[in-house]
């Protein structure tokens, strides 16, 4: 069984976190609470990739928190990365399986009921479902799909979900009781002037709704 916990998943935004760097921000966001860290970094090359992924396993370190790698396969690998993230127009997911092998954790998009519906639980480990909310952060994704979309899709899913799309802090609530495991951040962390207390109060609603 594979250990991870969507609570409270960081996608990490190389613009957004540009001033204090996506390492740093990783750092203070785990200190806040973040559970999962996503690198994606849709222009770097693989070494940069590698490079970046690196340091934040270092900072990782001695944390449950796990890092997770997004569309880069080989990045994935090079660094050791807990796991691979990918979409719909990324490498199909029992190729990508193949690739990474049995241990580590597969995130699979999912924007609609039957793409949902068609994931096999035995090569996905879990599924990013969104976007909730238009997001600047993601200019080319799909028709948002609200917490009732979010509802209706996460029924199907035979395998844990997190919801993504402009999710805040205010949020939360919403968020859960659509029956999602945990939110993907971006900008609620990202750009932060202080990462580690925007984290914080994501955790500390996270906590209350589950009360």
Known sequence: MKNFDLSLYLVLDPVLCADIGMVETARAAVAGGATIVQLRDKHAATAAMIETGLALKQVLAGSNARLIVNDNVDAAIAIGADGLHIGQEDLDARAARRMIGPDMILGLSVETEALTAAIDAGIVDY??????????????????????????????????????????????????????????????????PDPAAATALIAEAIKEARK
């Open 127 to 192: 599924a990013g479902i969104g976007p909730v909310f238009a997001t600047p952060t993601k200019p080319d994704h799909k028709q948002p799909i609200g917490f009732d979309g979010l509802k209706r899709i996460i029924k199907l899913s035979p395998v844990p979900t997190v919801a993504i799309g402009g999710l805040k802090a205010e949020h939360v609530a919403d968020a859960l009781a659509a029956g999602a495991d945990g939110l993907a951040v971006v900008s609620a962390i990202c750009g932060r």
